[in-house]
């Protein structure tokens, strides 16, 4: 759909809020929090980004977008091409990051990672579910949404890395109350760093990751075919290439967006054979039942995997 911006703000440094709707001024379709919109770019570029808003406003969408210093041309675009009054083409909403209703929650965000988060506290603080922020950033002035935190007080801990240092993980989830669901989001160090932490306190945790997370470097790719079953085609998969890479090789366009299995455009069903996931989105859960996978990093552990396309 198209959406104009209808205003801009300075979220923070290098942070620029964007707030979206439709040009008639109807309502925007529903969505719940952690959910994430797509916005093709000039010259194809798609990016994801997280809704931020309220809720309880239907007509306006909101993302926060950071200046990334190696922007492939996404952020940089959003920043210093895009004003007031441009359409923009957004696909959405998806939700990869659904809140699990609770009583306890710990939310931990790095940087622009709050932006997920927001909505989630919202719905947390109304809900009278029991829930603390840590929220970590390089510098305060970098760090984007502080001045909606403020209400919450003493539910909210700020911690500016030039200030205090980085966030204490183990600190934070040992003083947890040990039903707490865990919700993150954040550069990829603190990320894995929480997953020790959060395995090591037997809390749940839920992650979003704006960039994959690292292989193990045991991780080898070995050759296998994929069978399209709409199709019959059967075509092979050499170590060096993915599925997504190898089909439009083909000629068979699939859509596709991050190529980091973080983003959730290319999962596919799976009809036959066992997927060796490589993707930072699917549960243990669903990684067990094989039924579905990202085919932009996924592979096989079989000789062959039967696709739904
Ligand atoms: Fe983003 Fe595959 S293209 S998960």
């Known amino acids: 759909?198209?959406?104009?911006?209808?205003?801009?703000?300075?979220?923070?440094?290098?942070?620029?809020?964007?707030?979206?709707?439709?040009?008639?001024?109807?309502?925007?379709?529903e969505w719940e929090p952690g959910a994430h919109l797509e916005v093709t770019l000039p010259g194809g570029l798609r990016r994801h980004y997280s809704l931020c808003g309220s809720r309880a406003d239907g007509q306006e969408w909101t993302i926060g977008v950071l200046r990334e210093e190696r922007s492939r041309g996404g952020s940089s675009y959003l920043h210093d091409g895009v004003e007031v009054g441009r359409e923009l083409t957004v696909t959405g909403v998806r939700n990869l990051f659904p809140l699990v209703p609770a009583d306890e929650y710990v939310f931990i965000a790095g940087g622009i990672g709050i932006t997920p988060l927001l909505p989630m506290i919202e719905t947390a603080e109304a809900a009278g579910s029991d829930w603390h922020l840590f929220y970590g950033g390089r510098r305060r002035a970098s760090m984007a949404f502080l001045e909606r935190l403020e209400p919450y007080g003493e539910r909210v801990t700020v911690a500016p890395a030039d200030e205090c240092g980085r966030i204490d993980l183990g600190a934070a989830l040992a003083a947890a109350p040990r039903r707490a669901l865990v919700y993150a989001c954040g550069p990829g160090p603190l990320l894995s760093s929480l997953e020790e932490e959060a395995t090591a306190a037997g809390l749940e945790l839920h992650v979003e990751r704006f960039t994959?997370?690292?292989?193990?470097?045991?991780?080898?790719?070995?050759?296998?075919?994929?069978?399209?079953?709409?199709?019959?085609?059967?075509?092979?998969?050499?170590?060096?290439?993915?599925?997504?890479?190898?089909?439009?090789?083909?000629?068979?366009?699939?859509?596709?967006?991050?190529?980091?299995?973080?983003?959730?455009?290319?999962?596919?069903?799976?009809?036959?054979g066992t997927p060796d996931h490589r993707d930072s989105i699917l549960s243990d859960e669903e990684r067990r039942a094989g039924n579905t996978m990202m085919i932009c990093v996924g592979r096989s552990r079989s000789s062959r995997l039967v696709l739904d396309l």
């Open 212 to 272: 994959a997370a690292p292989l193990p470097a045991s991780v080898q790719n070995a050759t296998f075919e994929v069978q399209l079953a709409q199709t019959g085609v059967t075509l092979e998969v050499p170590a060096d290439r993915s599925i997504v890479e190898v089909l439009e090789d083909n000629g068979i366009g699939v859509p596709s967006s991050c190529q980091e299995g973080v983003c959730g455009t290319c999962e596919t069903k799976v009809l036959q």
């Open 1 to 29: 759909m198209q959406l104009r911006v209808v205003a801009i703000n300075d979220g923070a440094q290098g942070v620029r809020v964007l707030r979206l709707a439709r040009s008639d001024g109807a309502d925007l379709p």
